[in-house]
């Protein structure tokens, strides 16, 4: 029968295991093929993103992302295009529950085993789904493997089991960190990145012709200078978080807000308390656009 027997994610630096199934099959083939996933996982970083392990019985299948890779024992007759739908879900599930310095700062194996409720509920919904697949997921997730095939080895290679001490033929390859998917842009995201423009726009403005006065004349006007610039610079990064993902959001959002608010109220004089109000307001209404602007749940259901 085409199963999914065991599903874990582990840490992609150094195989750290976070969460796995508690799935109990004694039969030795599995407890074997355990041993090797193990011993796989401590070299994940030498491989590309995408990985399956082929055996006679079982097969490894492994998708890598940033910090993390979930993998696959599943039985060789089952679909390697579903296999890597169901880490897909898994990876989008884990990213959605925990966040990057939660991960790094696991110091014990299982830090998070909470999370094997979501491993068996998508397990059990890879394991029981009956039916025919929606051709358009099939077909773009065959496309994707196409396009970067997964590497290929062997279950029963020796390397696997001595952790390629030697590098082997690993080394060579490059790993590919899949894009996440955020919500779609709102329309008052589209307002809020307008007006950010327009303050990062005014702020480079005085600030370069205050600069040009400055560096001629007035050599104490430097530190306005800067409070012009480090505004401008704010304002382009917070674009940039609102537009794309990106680890600690939530900090940096606060960070650039902080540097936006304590530079306009440094500019008093320069500019008036309307001015500083407005630019004070884009920022904020930026950082509440970036903070509620969220991941995906999970990706398309690849057909299941």
Known sequence: MSLIFFACVVRVKDGLPLSASTDFHLN???????????????????YPSRGTAKGRNLSIHFLSSGDIACMAICSSSYSTI???CFLEELRWEFAASY????INSASRPYAFIEFDNIIQKVK???NSTRGSRARGSWERVEEELKLQPPVQLQLEAT???NGLSNGGHAGGHVEVVPTYRMQPVTPLGILSLVLNIMCGALNLIRGVHLAEYSFQEDHEGIGNVIAF???FLACVFQC???LFYSSARKVKTFVLLFC??????????????WQISFHIGVASLSSYQILTRQLLEKQPDCGV
């Open 99 to 102: 966040n990057t310095r939660s």
């Open 124 to 126: 059990q919904h890879f």
């Open 229 to 231: 610039f480090l505004p």
């Open 28 to 46: 030795q083939d599995f407890l074997e093929c355990r041993k090797r996933l193990k011993a796989l996982s401590s070299i994940l970083a030498r």
């Open 159 to 161: 390397e696997l089991l």
């Open 240 to 242: 940039y978080l609102y």
């Open 82 to 84: 579903m296999a890597f």
């Open 260 to 273: 936006v608010c304590s530079c306009n109220i440094y500019l008093y004089g320069l500019r008036n308390l």
